[in-house]
């Protein structure tokens, strides 16, 4: 029976107020948590080369990067993006050149993905598509998380689609 490890990455900030989302940085040092596995959760430092070391997974890529940094890649079709939002999150918008993708159902639809060119997995803020970056790094895809998620794009003033979602008018049924 194949058995598989899901890392979450944490990073904790009290009471900070920052004027643009934080990205994880080298230097930083990381509170890892193993859910189930105390004994394996640590504190770890970013390289250089923006990746971590952990046991049993070895390195995983820490940074990720900015929506103004991703666009012109994603736009051009330079990589592949992969929301991993919810239905309702996707259908009140999204990134126009997204794939949904729902992390729930990630570990089986992730073979349909394609290896020839790097992904880009996107939530709201960043931490699920954290968790979605940590599953496809360990089927040997090439993956980038977008820092600040689908939040961060949309306050970065870039194209969104919005063609389904629900538009609410003063009485209606449909949004009471």
């Known amino acids: 029976m194949k058995q598989c490890l899901f890392v979450g990455l944490l990073l904790f900030v009290s009471q900070v107020t920052v004027a643009e989302p934080y990205t994880v940085n080298p230097g930083d040092v990381l509170q890892v948590f193993v859910w189930n596995e105390e004994e394996l959760s640590r504190e770890t430092l970013v ?23 991703l666009a012109t890649r994603i736009e ?18 999204h990134i126009p050149q997204a794939e949904h993708q729902f992390l729930g159902r990630l570990p089986e639809t992730m073979a349909k993905l394609t290896h020839e060119k790097p ?31 689908f939040s961060a794009w949309s306050a970065a003033g870039l194209h969104v689609d919005q063609s389904n979602a629900i538009t609410c008018e003063s009485g209606s049924k449909q949004c009471a």
Not at 47 to 68: C, Y
Not at 76 to 92: N, P, Y
Not at 119 to 147: F, M, Y
């Open 47 to 69: 390289r250089p080369d923006g990746m971590i070391s952990f046991p049993m997974i070895g390195d995983v890529q820490a940074i990720g990067s900015t929506p103004t940094e």
């Open 76 to 93: 051009s079709d330079e990589v592949t993006l992969i929301d991993v939002r919810s239905d309702e999150e996707w259908k009140a918008g």
């Open 119 to 149: 992904i880009v997995a996107q939530c709201q803020s960043g931490a699920r598509s954290a968790i979605a970056a940590s599953l496809l790094q360990a089927a040997g895809l090439n993956v980038i998380n977008l820092s600040g998620g």
